[in-house]
Nanobody
Framework: QVQLVESGGGLVQAGDSLRLSCAAS????????MAWFRQAPGKEREFVAS????????YYADSVKGRFTISRDNAKNTVYLQMNSLKPEDTAVYYC?????????????????WGQGTQVTVSS
């Protein structure tokens, strides 16, 4: 059974940092594009960042560029999202996703596998 399990969410103050992790199991994701999405209450799920299977190519939403960093460790089948300078508007459930194609994909329907999400709450 394919599983993506996110961890690392929590309640922080504006300006703080958090690192999210997504552990993959059930199949090999080392050749997949991995991504993070987020969904705030009452809003659509939106793309945050993606990374190619090699880890050499990344792509970010404008809203997080310069503050968030996506990375991966294929030996551990894990992808990370380092979030710095957090803002209250970053509050959302963060989801890990995987696809077997190019990293330059930002649509929810582009990704086949999804985790259950981890809550990130940033207080002002």
């Amino acid at each position: 059974q394919v599983q993506l399990v996110e961890s690392g969410g929590g309640l922080v103050q504006a300006g703080d940092s958090l690192r999210l992790s997504c552990a993959a199991s059930g199949r090999t994701f080392t050749t997949d594009t991995m991504a993070w999405f987020r969904q705030a209450p009452g809003k659509e799920r939106e793309f945050v960042a993606s990374i190619s299977w090699t880890g050499y190519s990344t792509y970010y939403a404008d809203s997080v560029k310069g503050r968030f960093t996506i990375s991966r460790d294929n030996a551990k089948n894990t992808v990370y999202l380092q979030m710095n300078s957090l803002k209250p508007e970053d509050t959302a459930v963060y989801y890990c996703a995987a696809r077997g194609g190019t990293y330059y994909a930002t649509g929810r329907s582009d990704y086949r596998y999804w985790g259950q999400g981890t809550q990130v709450t940033v207080s002002s």
